[in-house]
């Protein structure tokens, strides 16, 4: 005496293959904080995003981080600086990250390290938001080199390749030194009079 609705089972069917088919929401930024394991690449060309690789561009896993996302890294030394991840890997899997470097001596001396990564934005995963993110990072990296910081979003290697010809790097044993002469030399001058 039970009634079937047979009907019905295509219209479920339809709504969870539906739901399976869709993304998950991006998760929230700092539940993605922390260590990571980073390599270096200094493959040039186009990324899996559609943009060029520059000195900012990360590979990393599209279910972790996906394209378009803004990240901080940390104790990766003259690359520690803010990046766009507009590239993916085969080997890039689960927290792991492959930086650009343009040059193939500097990728084996980098090695694998571990390193601290701040998730400034989760990326939606689209070549234009890719290209916005790199946008924004650009922006931020001139801006640290206009005020002559290093680390925070700029690299070193930015600062070196786009410094004024009279200044030193932030933080140098000749940045320092310079500083040091210029606070000695009014107390001289003083003691001249």
């Keep these: 005496m039970g009634v079937r609705f047979a009907g019905y089972a295509p219209v479920s069917c339809i709504l969870a293959a539906c739901l399976l088919s869709e993304k998950a929401a991006p ?21 899996a995003s559609g943009i060029y690789t520059n000195r900012h561009v990360v590979a990393a896993d599209p279910d972790i981080l996906p394209v ?22 085969e080997k890039i899997v689960g927290r792991k990250l492959d930086i650009y470097i343009p040059n193939t001596h500097a990728c084996k001396k980098f090695g694998k390290r571990k390193v601290h990564v701040e998730v400034v934005k989760v990326g939606a995963g689209t070549h234009q938001d890719t290209k916005d993110a790199a946008h924004v990072v650009k922006k931020d990296v ?7 910081v290093v ?27 310079s500083a040091s002469q210029q606070e000695r030399s009014p107390n001289r001058r003083q003691y001249e009079k």
């Design 151 to 177: 680390g925070h979003a700029a690299t070193q290697a930015d600062w070196t390749s786009k410094k004024p010809a009279d200044s030193t790097l932030p933080g140098s044993t000749a940045a320092k030194t």
């Design 68 to 89: 378009g996302s803004i990240v901080k890294v940390r104790h990766a030394g003259k690359y520690s600086g803010e990046y766009v991840v507009a590239d993916t890997g």
């Design 142 to 148: 001139d801006q640290d080199i206009q005020k002559g």
């Design 27 to 47: 998760a929230d930024p700092a539940s993605l904080n922390g260590h990571y394991i980073a390599t270096a690449y200094s493959v040039t060309g186009v990324t």
